[in-house]
């Protein structure tokens, strides 16, 4: 139990263009998703917390503009990094907490590399 | 602020023998904490975790210890294997608050 999906989980674009995340968790509700950034071997780094039906908050220092979150559905949210740059290149990944619960399951992550 | 943090970058144990990988906190009103699991190129997995009103929890193979008194937490994880080699990541958190990641620890299994 407690999966969660990404897709895709690698993409290459170019730069200006636009390119969406999606998280799903596949057997239980997640009324909030988080998304996180990871640099080669570094920690992981909260971006946003996602709540469904709501908008999401977004931490210190991250441009709610650039990185387009939407959780319209309790197994779906979405992240899209808007007129991407070099600079977003990055691991991308996203966890899922059930109501009530604390512990967050992770998805595989997606590799963005903007030329 | 508040920061978790490890005592040992790198770990390499020999294969068999017992693996301890040790965090610090500095928050003293967290109340949970939870070890992942990361391998190269994969998101982080689900290792164990513990609430504060306990100082041990084991897991297959895994053993979580919490010292709220100098605010210190490991995981030891029990006759090593290759498979076990990855990075791991300790993480805190106060109820209702987001987790705060420590900065890893890379476990090496020699064989």
């Known amino acids: 139990g407690a999966v969660v999906s990404q897709h895709p989980s690698r993409v290459i674009c170019k730069s200006g263009t636009s390119v969406k995340i999606e998280c799903r968790s596949l057997?239980?509700?997640?009324?909030?998703m988080f998304w996180y950034r990871q640099f080669p071997k570094k920690s992981l780094m909260l971006m946003a917390t996602?709540?469904?039906?709501?908008?999401?908050?977004?931490e210190q220092g991250v441009e709610k503009d650039k990185f387009l979150i939407n959780h319209a559905s309790l197994t779906l949210s979405t992240l899209t990094v808007t007129s991407a740059h070099p600079e977003d290149s990055s691991f991308y990944i996203c966890?899922?907490?059930?109501?009530?619960?604390?512990?967050?399951?992770f998805g595989p992550g997606t590799r963005l590399l903007v030329l | 602020g508040e920061s978790v943090g490890l005592h040992l970058p790198t770990l390499s144990v020999q294969e068999g023998d017992n693996s301890i990988i040790n965090c610090a906190y500095s928050?003293?009103?967290?109340?949970?904490f939870i070890w992942y699991k990361q391998e190269s190129g994969k998101g982080p997995q689900f290792i164990i975790d513990?609430?504060?009103?306990?100082d041990k929890r084991q897991g297959q193979r895994v053993t979580v210890l919490l010292n709220k008194t100098v605010k210190h937490l490991s995981l030891q994880i029990a006759a090593t294997q290759p498979g076990d080699s990855a990075v791991y990541f300790c993480?805190?958190?106060?109820?209702?608050?987001?987790?705060?990641f420590g900065p890893g620890t890379r476990l090496s299994v020699l064989p």
């Open positions: 966890s899922a907490r059930e109501p009530g619960r604390e512990t967050q399951y």
């Open positions: 057997d239980f509700q997640a009324t909030t």
């Open positions: 996602s709540n469904e039906g709501s908008k999401a908050t977004y």
């Open positions: 928050n003293s009103a967290s109340d949970y």
């Open positions: 513990i609430r504060s009103n306990m």
């Open positions: 993480a805190e958190a106060r109820y209702g608050q987001n987790f705060v």
